[in-house]
């Protein structure tokens, strides 16, 4: 008998995966989905950290895919312990409970009962290292062991509610070089740390750019300073690391160039944007679906955070973004699932699936 998805989310939880060991969680589901006649392969990325390509019927360009790694926990005050998975009325307690080990949770028992009525080919894709930049989709896509995706669903915290797409993430790096002197004598070297000070000032005149009618605007982020040894000392290196949510039609260069004028510029991470057009016949398809099962149909929003999607999905315009977790819960302290939307999150992905094999969405 097939295990509740409360239940299988909560073995989850309990395995550490934040930003490691990935590979005991598909340790996990691989046998899971091997035993109801999955042909299921691991893909190595990292030491312990590995990702998984299952396929039914040999495997099929409808793609269900969910990431098992989470952020970190540690430093936080958990009223629970971040990997107890307690069950708090008709809330699931955990890192990861939300984004998203409830829907990579929901994903394998629909894929499961999909199988189970012998459905046409599909595939899933379990990833590592999502939140960091998508490496174990990286890695996947590499192996070449899925086919393109005519349909992705991609299982994020949305509520159960359809999303369309997501901004683009690009991450720069700039380094600043100087000239160490005595902090009493400042005039005999060069900070480093100035020009990352001119370079944010900079920033701030660069604008949005063009507006998306969904995703809204491109947006830029400091994130990191590191620069200088102590107090007394003139700093003769710097860092500061930036992070850019680029969309449609506002790309990621405009913010490149500005930083260039002050030192030396890396890309640290490069995604694009994905964008599933809301007027196209099979997001209508995929809309009438989920409303069957939630009694609600979705205005086409985007999310604000990135996916697989801009990694699995080369057309990045065949992606759907639905998955069980609160939108408020990831990366939070004391992060939970709703029971409820985890349950039906299972209906969601059976009846997508159905759908497929009726050739219903196509």
């Given at each position: 008998?097939?295990?509740?998805?409360?239940d299988?989310?909560?073995?989850?939880?309990?395995?550490?995966?934040?930003?490691?060991?990935?590979?005991?969680?598909?340790?996990?589901?691989?046998?899971?989905?091997?035993?109801?006649?999955?042909?299921?392969?691991?893909?190595p990325?990292?030491?312990?950290?590995?990702?998984?390509?299952?396929?039914?019927?040999?495997?099929?360009?409808?793609?269900?895919?969910?990431?098992?790694?989470?952020?970190?926990?540690?430093?936080?005050?958990?009223?629970?312990?971040?990997?107890?998975?307690?069950?708090?009325?008709?809330?699931?307690?955990?890192?990861?409970?939300?984004?998203?080990?409830?829907?990579?949770?929901?994903?394998?028992?629909?894929?499961?009962?999909?199988?189970?009525?012998?459905?046409?080919g599909?595939t899933?894709?379990?990833?590592?290292?999502?939140?960091?930049?998508?490496?174990?989709?990286?890695?996947?896509?590499?192996?070449?062991?899925?086919?393109?995706?005519?349909?992705?669903?991609?299982?994020?915290?949305?509520?159960?509610?359809?999303?369309?797409?997501?901004?683009?993430?690009?991450?720069?790096?700039?380094?600043?070089?100087?000239?160490?002197?005595?902090?009493?004598?400042?005039?005999?070297?060069?900070?480093?740390?100035?020009?990352?000070?001119?370079?944010i000032?900079?920033?701030?005149?660069?604008?949005?750019?063009?507006?998306?009618?969904?995703?809204?605007?491109?947006?830029?982020?400091?994130?990191?300073?590191?620069?200088?040894?102590?107090?007394?000392?003139?700093?003769?290196?710097?860092?500061?690391?930036?992070?850019?949510?680029?969309?449609?039609?506002a790309?990621?260069?405009?913010?490149?160039?500005?930083?260039?004028?002050?030192?030396?510029?890396?890309?640290?991470?490069?995604?694009?944007?994905?964008?599933?057009?809301?007027?196209?016949?099979?997001?209508?398809?995929?809309?009438?679906?989920?409303?069957?099962?939630?009694?609600?149909?979705?205005e086409?929003?985007?999310?604000?955070?990135?996916?697989?999607?801009?990694?699995?999905?080369?057309?990045?315009?065949?992606?759907?973004?639905?998955?069980?977790?609160?939108?408020?819960?990831?990366?939070?302290?004391?992060?939970?699932?709703?029971?409820?939307?985890?349950?039906?999150?299972?209906?969601?992905?059976?009846?997508?699936?159905?759908?497929?094999?009726?050739?219903?969405?196509?």
């Amino acid at each position: 008998m097939t295990e509740s998805v409360v239940d299988l989310t909560s073995r989850l939880i309990r395995i550490d995966t934040a930003g490691h060991s990935e590979a005991e969680a598909i340790r996990l589901l691989a046998p899971i989905l091997a035993h109801d006649g999955f042909d299921v392969e691991t893909v190595p990325w990292l030491p312990e950290r590995s990702s998984l390509v299952a396929k039914w019927n040999g495997g099929g360009t409808f793609v269900l895919s969910g990431h098992v790694d989470t952020v970190p926990y540690a430093g936080a005050e958990w009223r629970h312990g971040a990997l107890s998975a307690y069950q708090d009325g008709a809330r699931l307690v955990g890192r990861g409970s939300s984004d998203m080990k409830g829907g990579v949770a929901a994903i394998i028992l629909a894929a499961i009962a999909a199988a189970r009525r012998n459905s046409r080919g599909f595939t899933v894709v379990l990833t590592a290292g999502e939140e960091t930049g998508c490496g174990g989709a990286q890695s996947v896509r590499k192996a070449g062991l899925m086919q393109h995706p005519t349909i992705l669903i991609i299982g994020e915290s949305t509520a159960n509610a359809v999303r369309l797409g997501h901004k683009g993430a690009t991450w720069f790096e700039l380094a600043t070089t100087g000239l160490s002197a005595h902090g009493s004598r400042p005039e005999l070297g060069i900070n480093a740390i100035e020009p990352l000070a001119d370079a944010i000032t900079a920033l701030r005149g660069v604008g949005p750019g063009a507006l998306h009618s969904e995703l809204g605007a491109r947006t830029i982020s400091v994130g990191t300073i590191t620069g200088g040894t102590q107090t007394n000392l003139v700093p003769d290196d710097a860092r500061m690391t930036v992070d850019v949510r680029p969309v449609p039609g506002a790309p990621s260069e405009p913010v490149r160039a500005v930083l260039a004028k002050f030192g030396q510029v890396d890309t640290v991470l490069e995604l694009p944007a994905v964008w599933s057009p809301a007027d196209s016949s099979v997001t209508r398809a995929i809309a009438d679906v989920v409303k069957g099962v939630t009694g609600r149909r979705d205005e086409p929003h985007g999310v604000s955070y990135f996916t697989d999607a801009a990694v699995l999905d080369p057309s990045l315009c065949r992606s759907y973004i639905v998955g069980p977790g609160d939108p408020d819960q990831p990366h939070t302290t004391n992060e939970s699932v709703s029971v409820v939307l985890l349950e039906q999150a299972v209906s969601i992905y059976e009846e997508l699936l159905d759908a497929w094999d009726r050739k219903a969405l196509r």
